[in-house]
Structure formats: C-alpha cells, structure tokens
C-alpha cells in the first residue's frame, strides 16, 4: 500500500494563476481531510470530506475549493492564488469505523505564490 | 473553540537526557488526543494515541498521558537519542459533525545533541 499520496511536491505560483492540489489514498478510508500549515504553527482544517459525496468546510476554507471526486480521490483547488497561501499542505485520512481512530497523513505539497 | 498549546516551542538537550514536552487544551469535552512526530519537510507520523477514557500510553520510550479534568497531557522521552530530534505536534480529537476532528497545537522542535 502506498498509502496518502500527494501531487506535486512542490509547486511555484504567480498571484491570481489557478492550480488543483492532488491527494489520493488506497486504504479504502471513508474519511478525507486537506489541512495547511505554516511556519512555527500547527495544522489548521481547509475542508474535509467525511464520506464520499460530502464535503464540509473547515477552520480556514476561504479561498479554497475541494472535490471528493471518488473514494480514493479528494482535490484541493485554488481559484486565484494569493501570496497568503503560500503553505504546506497535507492531506489526511481515516477509516471512520469510530472515532478512536487516527488519520493518516501524505508527505505534504510545498506550494510558493508569489 | 478549541485551543490547543504546547510548551516549550524548541528544546535543545544533549543526549541521554529524559524530558518532557507539554500539551494543554482549553475544552475537555474530547474524544482523543494525539501525539504525532513530524521529520523536516516530512509527514506527520501518528506516535501515541490516548482515548479520552484512559490516563496514558505507551510506546517503548516514549509515554504520553492525558489528564482531561485539567486538560493536559505530557510526552515523556526516556533516554533521548540524535534520531529523536524532530518537531513534535499534540492534537486533540472532538466531536464535530459526527466525525472525529483535529485541532492541533503549534509544536515543540526538539534537538537532541550527540
């Protein structure tokens, strides 16, 4: 199992250009969440998806939109980026049998607007 | 809203050393709390996971507790190593929308000198 994959890695933006942040996952998890995190602080919730064909917003969903376009796949897009976006973002997922689970974590997409 | 903070924001100790890094939240009313290890431009990897019914986890060297009623939980390293040094994140997991959310403290970089 590969696990939560990401794509790309890394990415550089100009303000105003559009992109669409990547995740997919092979364990069959019900749950889909993309969180951000910036320099010296932790994790904060962009939107999550608790099953396939819901989306929710989370603690800081402005300017981003999100897809859960299968069980596997949930994509982040940014409409019209802005140097305050500039992050790490991670996707996350969870089984959702019960809440005593943890959720499992990509490796992160580095992403630059300038 | 929950608020999750962690003290000391870095610690830097020599190896060998036992230490303890802190966890605090401002709402009790959760399901879990988490302690995740996060390597430079790495994932975050889940370490320790205590249900709100219990009192402490453990892991070889490493012990977490989890005092509800006062809202803290401490990580315990035991014996601490140069591969140890990383950023440590503690999230706290409540209900929202019927799913097992995370909110996330802003994390302790450790740095374990040989």
């Known amino acids: 199992n590969a696990g939560v994959t990401q794509t790309p890695k890394f990415q550089v933006l100009k303000t105003g250009q559009s992109m669409t942040l990547q995740c997919a996952q092979d364990m069959n998890h019900n749950s889909m969440y993309w969180y951000r995190q910036d320099p010296g602080m932790g994790l904060r919730l962009i939107y999550y998806?608790?099953?396939?064909?819901?989306?929710d917003k989370g603690e800081v969903p402005n300017g981003y939109n999100v897809s859960r376009l299968n069980k596997r796949e949930f994509s982040l897009r940014l409409e019209s980026a802005a140097p305050s976006q500039t992050s790490v973002y991670f996707c996350?997922?969870?089984?959702?049998?019960?809440?005593?689970?943890?959720?499992?974590f990509g490796p992160g997409t580095r992403l630059l607007v300038l | 809203k929950q608020e999750v903070t962690q003290i000391p924001a870095a610690l830097s100790v020599p190896e060998g050393e036992n230490l303890v890094l802190n966890c605090s939240f401002t709402?009790?009313?959760?399901?879990?709390l988490q302690w995740f290890r996060q390597d430079p431009g790495k994932g975050l990897t889940s370490l320790l996971l205590i249900q709100s019914s219990q009192r402490e986890q453990t892991s070889g060297r490493l012990n977490a507790s989890l005092d509800k009623s006062s809202g803290r939980s401490t990580l315990y390293i035991a014996a601490s190593q140069p591969g140890d040094s990383a950023t440590y994140l503690c999230a706290v997991g409540a209900p929202r929308n019927a799913g097992n959310m995370l909110t996330f403290g802003g994390g302790t970089r450790l740095m374990v000198k040989p």
């Open positions: 998806s608790a099953s396939e064909g819901t989306t």
């Open positions: 709402d009790s009313a959760i399901y879990n």
């Open positions: 996350a997922s969870r089984p959702a049998r019960g809440v005593w689970e943890t959720q499992y």
